[in-house]
Structure formats: C-alpha cells, structure tokens
C-alpha cells in the first residue's frame, strides 16, 4: 500500500497511515455553524472493514446521515479526520467536485436519477462511448446483477420506490466503486420487498468484496443484513460492534431498546424479581416466560397485536414489563401471571 500513489493526491501534505482499519474516523467532529451552533457529530472514532456492510443505526436526529457526508468527503470536519485506505479524505475544500473517487453515495431522493430517461439510459449513461460494446455488456450485466433487465425500456418515473432505488443503486454500482454509501436505502421499498433487496446486496458483497455503508433507522433491516453496527445517539457513538453481540450484550439502555425493545430495569426494580444487579439491567422480551397463576402479583394491563405474535404488557402496579406472546394463544386482559427470567444482561447506562 505505501507504493501506491496517493488516493488523496489533492491532499499534498498528507501522509498515509498504515496502522488503520479501511475507513478510520478519530476524534471526528462536525458543527453546523448557525445563530445556535449544532453539534451534529460529537468527536467520534470508528473503524470499517473492507468487504463488509457495516450500518449506522440510530434515531432521527442523532448524526447518522452527517456521519455518512463526513466519510464520503460532502462535508469538511470541524475537528479529526476520516482516512481511507490510511490516507485523508478530500472534503469541498480539496477538489471540485466534492466526494471521493473510489467511493458512491446513494441518497433517499434518487436525486442523481433523469426521471424521464429509460432506465437503460440512467445507468448506460455512466460509462463512456469509447468501449460502446464494453458499454452495452457491462450495462446488461449491471442490470442483470439487480434484477431489473425487465425494466430496462421503462422510464423512472413510471416505477415504483423499490424499483427506482434498484435503478439508483445500478447507477451507482456500474463503475465498480471500491465503497457503497447508502442514506436509508429501503425508505421507499414496500416491506414485501425489502428482504429481497438485502439479500441481493449481500449477495453482491460476497460476489465483489464490495465494501458497503448504510444508514438505518430501523433494527430489522440492519440486523438481517448487518456485518458490524454503528449505533449513534445525540451526535455521539455509543456502541459498535457485530449485531448479534450488541443484540444479547448491549453495554447500554439506548442500544438495547433500539435493537430489541428491551425492558430496562434499575437496580431496585431488578431486586423485586429476585435479581441481584449494581447496574441497570436489559430483558428482552422473548427472555421472560410466563404462566397463569390466581395466586400472581402480576397481571396482564394490555395486549397489543403485532402480527405473528402479540405483545402483552405486565405490571404489578409498579413495575411494567414487555413479554411476547409466541405461539399466540388466547389470554385476556386482567390475567394473573407469574413470570419466570430467562436471561438478563447488566448495562453501563
């Protein structure tokens, strides 16, 4: 790698880092300079692996979107650094054009998509007219990859969300960029289709050794899809790691309520169910059995129906609870219940 040129040639001072992870974010910092500064990123530090998807999931407002300008080079750091393959990223104060070169950012609105061009043409019009036969082949292969060659004669704007992100998401893809950034990329993809289209992602990730980032709120898509979690809160990145170890250990209340809806306990609460803790505790819902029993402290106040199980809502006056009701079998409100805890995880906060 330190014989290469440098992929931040417009960077001249810069020298490149060899001890770094693909994409490393240090001490990063961004603040959008108004009447109220806002400090939308609040001095992060992160680590990408190459050929990975790695998701950055977090409520609305918490810095995920920022995050993801601040790795592509859209935006200029107030404060640390972003390097790519060890080298500084370019931000609109090194070169033209802001954005760098061996990666591409899919956003939410399909902005960079000719609504009235046939969707051949949107994706073909990325290549040059040198190669018209390369063209053409690696067009068809393009759209093949994403399943949308039945689409090819169709204009954009005659398509639905899910079938214009595939578009976008070819667009992006045909020039064989070494990184994908997408910005909530199944927004606009009906639920029956979603599953589908991260799947075909993954599949394009085991195929290329493509790297991908992505931007999510919502825990199902990521924890299907996800290689490595980023979960952000007010500005701050509170954890990071593989889903299914943020899933069972979160070190926090936020990451366990974001992935898993987890009942968060204080100390005090934890002792009324026969749990010695120091710290905050998190129980999943489905980690809570229970059983009819006249003689219970708790009763089930509500029952919420969630599809293929229902949700039911525990108290004993004091203390509510979350259980899932799976296999569903029928229960009325009011019930007493005893409970039995499967499994609990100690939190940090």
């Known amino acids: 790698m330190a014989n290469q040129p440098s992929s931040c040639q ?25 009447k109220n500064n806002i400090v939308a990123v609040d001095k992060v530090n992160f680590a990408i692996e190459e050929g990975k998807i790695t998701a950055i999931i977090g409520e609305s407002g918490s810095g ?5 300008k601040l790795i592509y080079g859209l935006l200029e750091p107030s404060m640390g650094e972003v390097r790519y393959k060890g080298w500084l990223v370019p931000t609109r104060k090194d070169k033209l ?3 760098h070169d061996a990666m591409k950012l899919v956003s939410q609105g399909f902005d960079d998509l000719n609504l009235y061009a046939k969707v051949w043409d949107n994706i073909a019009s990325q290549l040059p007219n040198t190669n018209l036969e390369r063209k053409r082949s690696k067009t068809e292969e393009t759209l093949e990859k994403l399943k949308i060659s039945h689409l090819s004669q169709q204009r954009i704007a005659d398509l639905s969300g899910g079938e214009k992100q595939r578009v976008a998401i070819a667009r992006a893809l045909i020039n064989e960029p070494e990184v994908l950034l997408m910005d909530e990329p199944f927004n606009q993809v009906d639920a029956a289709f979603r599953d589908a289209l991260q799947q075909d992602i993954r599949l394009i990730v085991e195929e290329t050794g493509l790297t991908i980032i992505l931007v999510s709120h919502d825990p199902s898509e990521v924890l299907a899809m996800a290689d490595s979690l980023i979960v952000m809160k007010e500005a701050k990145i509170l954890e990071q790691g593989s889903p299914d170890v943020l899933y069972y250990t979160p070190q926090n209340s936020y ?13 005090r609460e934890a002792a009324t169910l026969g749990i010695d803790s120091m710290t905050k505790i998190a129980i999943h819902q489905e980690d809570i059995d229970y059983r009819i029993d006249a003689e219970a402290t708790f009763w089930i106040k509500d029952i919420r129906f969630r599809g293929f199980y229902k949700e039911l809502i525990l108290t004993d006056g004091a203390l509510h609870l979350h259980v899932i009701n799976y296999p569903i079998e029928k229960i009325e409100k009011g019930t007493k219940v005893a409970i039995t805890i499967k499994r609990h995880t100690a939190i940090q906060n």
């Open 10 to 34: 417009y960077i001249p001072s810069d020298v490149q880092r060899n001890d770094v992870s693909l994409i490393h974010g240090e001490s990063l910092s961004h603040v959008f300079e108004a």
């Open 97 to 99: 054009i802001p954005g």
């Open 64 to 68: 995920k979107s920022t995050l993801l």
């Open 255 to 267: 990451t366990a309520q974001l992935l898993a809806k987890s009942n968060i306990l204080t100390p």
